[in-house]
């Protein structure tokens, strides 16, 4: 008997939903990917952005920006999702919070990783906007590693914990919010162009729904639904 057989029919239909969503979302990505490469309607669009005049951020102002964007830093992000997971896992004594946090840490460096070396684009700071040079702009990194992660930490609170006061308890508008506002910051402080936070974000939602897709997919006795 295969492994998804035995799957109930509710999680089963929870995973392809997952998988339907990723590969949409990562269609998404080759969209904006497309539009970056051709110089097409979004890569207008980021010089349109870029034309416009950028205030100069001093003080407590830039304490604060860049305390936002440190909400989609890669090593703070990653060390407040295993943090977390592990908590959960010793709550419920299981190793799947944990082993989808590795999942998703290994996905996004990998995938974003590679997709930015594959680029190399140059931040809009620097002026120009060249590809296959020295830059990392594209995708964002930072969008990408917002929703991924804090959506994953999300989603565990959401299939674990079950006391108060998360019963029940959906973060999916907080998490956009947090995506949102690193997205804003990173525009705010020219460190990328909208098309690298658009698809740092539609990348980061793939894998995030990917992931899920692979806990959908795999029975537990341990995770309450």
């Not at 035995?6 to 995973?15: G, N, S, T």
């Not at 990328?192 to 692979?214: C, E, K």
């Amino acid at each position: 008997m295969s492994l998804f057989s035995q799957l109930p029919l509710e999680r089963k239909a929870e995973m392809w939903k997952a998988i339907r969503g990723s590969i949409w979302l990562f269609l998404g990505f080759l969209i904006v990917t497309q539009q970056v490469l051709a110089k097409g309607f979004l890569y207008q669009f980021d010089h349109w952005i870029k034309s416009l005049k950028h205030h100069t951020f001093k003080g407590n102002s830039s304490h604060l920006l860049l305390a936002i964007d440190d909400l989609g830093l890669r090593g703070f992000t990653a060390a407040v999702l295993l943090i977390s997971a592990a908590l959960i896992g010793w709550r419920f004594r299981s190793w799947r919070p944990f082993n989808l946090s590795v999942l998703s840490l290994l996905l996004l460096n990998g995938v974003v990783g590679l997709a930015k070396i594959s680029f190399h684009r140059v931040k809009p700071r620097l002026a120009n906007d060249l590809l296959h040079t020295t830059g990392l702009s594209y995708p964002s990194g930072h969008a990408a590693n917002a929703l991924l992660t804090w959506g994953l930490l999300a989603y565990l609170i959401f299939r674990y914990t079950h006391k108060e006061p998360f019963v029940g308890m959906k973060l999916d508008k907080p998490v956009g919010a947090i995506t949102l506002a690193v997205c804003i910051v990173s525009l705010m402080r020219d460190t990328h162009w909208f098309s690298d936070l658009l698809g740092g974000t539609l990348l980061g939602g793939s894998l995030l729904v990917f992931v899920i897709a692979v806990d959908r997919a795999i029975p537990s006795v341990k995770q309450p639904s």
